[in-house]
Structure formats: structure tokens, C-alpha cells
Antibody, heavy 119, light 107 residues
Framework: QVQLVQSGTEVKKPGASVKVSCKAS????????MHWVRQAPGQGLEWMGR????????KYAQKFQGRVTMTRDTSITTAYMELSRLRSDDTAVYYC????????????WGQGTLVTVSS | SSELTQDPAVSVALGQTVRITCQGD??????ASWYLQKPGQAPVLVIY???NRPSGIPDRFSGSSSGDTASLTITGAQAEDEADYYC??????????FGGGTKLTVL
């Protein structure tokens, strides 16, 4: 069965960076885009961008351009999302998600990683 | 514009039918997907494409679309359907966009 297992809770200071990992299993990792979505406390879902695990090609939401970097390591079927210059409003649960088929229908989600930004 | 608009809150009596809508220009070209999310949990895909349900999603969930509006219908709402519901789609540049979410209360 498809599983996406994310790294654990992070606490960071403003201005720092955070790197969240997403270990995929149960499907062909290079076959489907991996997306990253975040959710601030009490707020809705926000798409951050996606990576093509096969080519490494990325597409980022304009809001995060220049601050986010998505990478992958195909040898260990793991995707990464690094967010730099953290601010307090980056406090959120960060999810990786993949479709297993289409582009934007996310059938599979990681369990989420809470990132808290606080001085 | 690259936005999807949802009503913030909707309620339905137990066993009745409820429709949750999602409006946006991108829906004229792309289907919406629908997710439910319960507190403290990751979202769950319930409808995608024209009207497709992933394995394990009850058939009381259905989707439809007309013009710039997509709808999720729950026929015979159950107590366990109480959740936040989100639509998503993509824009002309392949950016994924989410609606703001609808909180469904089952009375």
C-alpha cells in the first residue's frame, strides 16, 4: 500500500530554515509528482509547489518563490521541502501529497509535520 | 482569477442531502477534486475527475460540475461526515489552487 511518512516536529527561530522529508513507499516513486501543502493553525490548505521525482523539475507557488526548495533522492524514494527565512506566520502543518495518477487529485498524504516558528 | 470560492459553513440534518459548492474560473477548464478533513488528521480525497470516488469512499458522495461551479453532494449525510471540505483544481499555469474550505455540521 502507498505510504508517505514524514519527518518529525520542528521548532525553529525566525530567520532559520527547515527541511522536511517525505519517505514514499508502495508505488513507483518516480512515476508521480510529489506536492507540498501546508495548513496554518485554524486555516485552510495552501499549495506550496511540486517536484517531478523523475526529472527533478520543480514548480513553486509564487508566494514561496525564492524561499522554498524542493528536492528528491530517488535512491531512497524520499522527497524534501526546505523553507528558508522562516517567519512566525510560517507556523503550520506541512504535508507531502501525491496523486498516484492525475496531477492535482491527491489520493495519498503524509501524516503532516508541524513546524513552529517562535523566538 | 486563480481562486476557488467556497461557503465557509453549511449544515445538514442527519440523513438529509447537502450540496457543497466551489466556484472559480479554472473550473471551466479543469475538474475539481474534493477532500474531507477531520480535526488533527490529513485530508482525505473523496471525489476526483468527472465524478470518481477512490476505493473506500461511500457512494453517498458524488460530484458534479457546471460552468465555473463544482459541487460535492452528500446524499443521506451521516454523523461521521461532519468535517471540513476542500475543493482544489489547477490554473492555466498548472499551479494547484485550493478553496477556502467549508465546515459541514451534521445536525
Amino acid at each position: 500500500q502507498v505510504q508517505l511518512v514524514q519527518s518529525g516536529t520542528e521548532v525553529k527561530k525566525p530567520g532559520a530554515s527547515v527541511k522536511v522529508s517525505c519517505k514514499a513507499s508502495g508505488y513507483t516513486f518516480t512515476g508521480y509528482y510529489m506536492h507540498w501543502v501546508r495548513q496554518a493553525p485554524g486555516q485552510g490548505l495552501e499549495w506550496m509547489g511540486r517536484i517531478n521525482p523523475n526529472s527533478g523539475d520543480t514548480k513553486y507557488a509564487q508566494k514561496f518563490q525564492g524561499r522554498v526548495t524542493m528536492t528528491r533522492d530517488t535512491s531512497i524514494t524520499t522527497a524534501y521541502m526546505e523553507l528558508s527565512r522562516l517567519r512566525s506566520d510560517d507556523t503550520a502543518v506541512y504535508y507531502c501529497a501525491t496523486s498516484g495518477g492525475g496531477y492535482d487529485n491527491f489520493a495519498y498524504w503524509g501524516q503532516g509535520t508541524l513546524v513552529t516558528v517562535s523566538s | 482569477s486563480s481562486e476557488l470560492t467556497q461557503d465557509p459553513a453549511v449544515s445538514v440534518a442527519l440523513g438529509q442531502t447537502v450540496r457543497i459548492t466551489c466556484q472559480g474560473d479554472s473550473l471551466r477548464s479543469h475538474y475539481a477534486s474534493w477532500y474531507l478533513q477531520k480535526p488533527g488528521q490529513a485530508p482525505v480525497l473523496v471525489i476526483y475527475g468527472k465524478n470518481n470516488r477512490p476505493s473506500g469512499i461511500p457512494d453517498r458522495f458524488s460530484g458534479s460540475s457546471s460552468g465555473d461551479t463544482a459541487s460535492l453532494t452528500i446524499t443521506g449525510a451521516q454523523a461521521e461526515d461532519e468535517a471540513d471540505y476542500y475543493c482544489n483544481s489547477r490554473d492555466s499555469s498548472d499551479n494547484v489552487i485550493f478553496g477556502g474550505g467549508t465546515k459541514l455540521t451534521v445536525l
